[in-house]
């Protein structure tokens, strides 16, 4: 599995055996490399400021690395299958992230994490965690755009959802 950063500066190789590495695209020297006990990467995503990565494998977990705090690794969880798709939401600039997964378990995670960037310490920390579904059919990809969240179930079928503000 490869994704390639919102930069095109790096790309992220995931594998069978659970092995996460980034190379430079211009060498492609690899900048880092560990092997997770999860099982194989499923999925891959990047913030739209390159600084993390998300990627799931064979946990019901996904997993977001720090590339500004020594490749430190959290974990999100609360989904009841393999995580399939990632997607952060890419109008989400500030200090809180909205990620989106889709898993085996039918169901829509959207998620709400804070990053913490004082004094030079970027921290990552979930704030809450909402399930949609399940549906009739698993949904095998999700992605965040501007105004739309687009997916596609194991049926190939395509829906669009329409993105609102939420009313506080």
Excluded at 27 to 40: N, V
Excluded at 116 to 125: A, K, M, R
């Amino acid at each position: 599995l490869l994704q390639i950063s919102q930069t095109k500066e790096l790309i992220a190789c995931g594998f069978l055996n659970g092995s996460v590495c980034l190379l430079k695209t211009s060498t492609f020297e690899c900048l880092w490399k560990q092997t997770y006990s999860y099982g194989s990467i499923r999925a891959f995503a990047w913030n739209s400021l390159d600084k993390v990565l998300a990627f799931a494998a064979q946990d019901d977990n996904f997993y977001i690395i720090n590339l500004n705090d020594n490749y430190s690794t959290t974990c999100f969880e609360g989904h009841n299958s393999f995580v399939n798709s990632i997607s952060f939401d890419p109008c989400s600039k500030n200090k809180n992230q909205i990620i989106f997964t889709t898993a085996e378990d039918a169901t829509i995670g959207v998620w709400v994490s804070c990053v913490n960037d004082e004094d030079s310490h970027y921290t990552i920390s979930l704030i809450k965690s909402v399930f949609i579904g399940p549906f009739e059919t698993t949904i095998r990809s999700i992605q965040a755009m501007k105004c739309l969240i687009v997916t596609v179930d194991t049926n190939g079928t395509i829906i669009c959802w329409r993105k609102t503000k939420s009313e506080k």
